[in-house]
């Protein structure tokens, strides 16, 4: 008997977490209200080796516009950000990514074909292309960047998570994203 417990648990083990997801339906994307003006966006994906993996990226009010920092993990799911924006009488403006993974970057190609401005380093772009994943239509090759003026700082202090991992401030709010 404690060998089969043994055995199973052993078997338990070695499955990978995505085998034991494989047949469960990710979780919807959902957003979740930080502040006044700024939300948490919320999406799913199954990654080999690791299972279901939530990425949070941000949604950023601003007067009568919306910024998005860091894409959901699919172009489907950063679908639902404009989708959800809009109705609340706000326009996505622009689009951050603070480093080139794809729970940051995936919805890069859907937000150009729509016209949304899409900001990154050069180095993350760099990084894209060589990937041969869709290239931010904006790049910056400062340490210090403003896409809207004293409302989203974006500083590139040294590698961090990623090799071209940037943060943003956001003064109004006392909140820094990475």
């Not at 078997?11 to 990978?16: E, F, I, N, P, T």
């Not at 180095?123 to 790049?139: C, D, E, M, S, Y």
Request: proline residues 5%.
């Amino acid at each position: 008997m404690r060998h089969i417990f043994v055995a199973l648990l052993l078997a338990l083990a070695v499955m990978s977490p995505s085998q034991i997801w494989a047949s469960e339906e990710l979780p919807t994307s959902k957003n979740k209200q930080l502040t006044y003006s700024v939300y948490l966006h919320i999406s799913h994906k199954v990654v080999d080796g690791f299972g279901l993996v939530d990425s949070n990226g941000h949604v950023v009010l601003i007067g009568s516009e919306a910024y998005i920092v860091d894409t959901p993990w699919s172009a489907q799911d950063t679908e639902t950000v404009p989708q959800w924006v809009k109705p609340q009488g706000f326009t996505l403006k622009g689009v951050v990514s603070t480093h080139f993974h794809e729970d940051r970057t995936a919805g890069i190609e859907y937000l150009n074909a729509k016209a949304i401005a899409t900001y990154t380093p050069a180095r993350n772009n760099k990084i894209l292309q060589n990937a041969g994943k869709p290239l931010a239509a904006n790049t910056f090759n400062t340490n210090n960047f403003w896409p809207v003026k004293a409302h989203i700082d974006v500083f590139y202090l040294g590698a961090g998570h990623a090799q071209d991992s940037v943060v943003v401030w956001l003064p109004e709010h006392k909140l820094l994203l990475t």
